[in-house]
């Protein structure tokens, strides 16, 4: 997923819009965020002087920079960890805009010649480079988030991290399910946005047809559907983590078909400013965002976005690293830990959406609530009772070992083998439209 340089005013868009969703305000998840803040530095008080911090200098690398959502999420992660430790900005060095590729390796050995004893890179295709890396510079720790084989490769300095976004798409597709249910009670629902059996069309843009996405596209229906019982959804996939054109013209595409509400795990602003530019042209049509708050592009038709709270993993690696103990091999946590969230709910949502959403958290984290319930999904009409991952990083499932069944108890246990999405499985109701 090599990235491309925006236009300078497609890169004036994307800042503006990164700045301003950290500046909302009033917004349910920026007050838990603030909260956890407050927590923190309460806990620090209580613990008397600060820890020392000079033991630790953090090497990154980023596959985008702050113009791209996913990496300025954890940009901003980052920073806010560190300076929740009292760490210095020249204790971390950063790497921009590194492709999947060998470049990745030597970003890595440069980081390591600056003195970093920990590097960190954001992308899933940079593992490889991260495993060639560790394997040189064994008294270095090395961090590959989104990776999926640090628990199968067994080296003490790889290791692997992501979170369960998942939990906070499904909330997400809540927020679409009550707008909805609101739209079908009003009569605003077009008959050309139905299918033959009467099912509300929704559509999502998806980067890639892998786990991670599937795994959050699916989340993201259950989650609408759970609100709404008679759904369907279409995935055009853009083949690219970000492309702002590609992004655009995939979302225009699924309106064209009639789909109502479009979600996106895609990095970019394209989907939701196609779709307020469709709801300004008089369409009745929302969109769902990934990463960052898209108000500040899509006033009129953003509903939320799920978004992951890195400072959460990142306060937690730094510090343990600081401690001198050993990081997680597979770190993965969600709503109980307050690692995955929903930007603030947009103007157009339906009446009654703040209330659904804090019920369905509180599920979340209590654990009376599972995503991926067996009940509530089939696959070529059936419920499944077994399923095995891929727990080698060669895209194959781990059939017959028990160690990969992640179906479990009535539910798949996504993040729970490995830190990364394991949920691959294609299941009714959901029509990949261009998938390789």
Known sequence: MIKKFLKKAMVLTMTAAMVLSLAACGGKSNEKEEAQSEEA????????????????????????????????AHIDGIKTAA???????????????VDESAACYDAAADLVDSGCNLVISNSYGHQSYMKQAAAEFTDVTFISMTGDTANQDKMA??????????????????????????????????????????????????????????????AFYLGAKSIVENLVMEVQYTNSWFDITAEGEAAKALMANG???????????????????????????????????????????????????????YKYAFETFLKGEDIATDWAEGYSQGAVAITTLGEACAEGTDAKVAEVEAALKDGSLHVFDTSKFTVEGANIDSYYIDLNGDFSCDEGNEDAQAVKDGYFHESELRA????????????ELNAN
């Not at 008089?282 to 769902?288: A, D, F, I, R, T």
């Open 83 to 97: 300076s929740e430790l009292g760490m210095a900005e020249d204790q971390i060095l950063w790497k921009y805009t």
């Open 41 to 72: 530095g309460d806990e620090a008080s209580d613990n008397g002087d600060a820890a020392d911090v000079s033991g630790i200098k953090v090497g990154v690398i980023l596959i985008g920079d702050e113009n791209e959502g996913y990496s300025f």
């Open 157 to 218: 300095n790889f290791k692997n991290a992501f979170t369960k976004v998942f939990e906070s798409r499904y909330v997400s597709g809540v927020v679409a399910g009550m707008k909805l249910a609101e739209l079908e009670a009003d009569g605003k629902i077009a008959d050309s946005s139905k299918d033959a059996d009467g099912n509300i069309k929704i559509g999502y843009v998806g980067a890639y047809p892998y786990a991670e996405v599937v795994s959050g596209y699916t």
């Open 420 to 431: 990364a999405p394991g949920f691959s499985i294609r299941i009714d109701g959901i029509k």
């Open 259 to 313: 789909c109502v509400i479009i979600g996106q795990h895609a990095d970019s602003t394209g989907a939701p400013s196609a779709v307020q530019e469709a709801r300004e042209s008089g369409s009745e049509v929302y969109s769902v965002g990934y990463n960052v708050d898209m108000l500040s592009v899509a006033p009129d038709a953003a509903l939320t976005s799920a978004t992951n709270t890195w400072s959460v993993y």
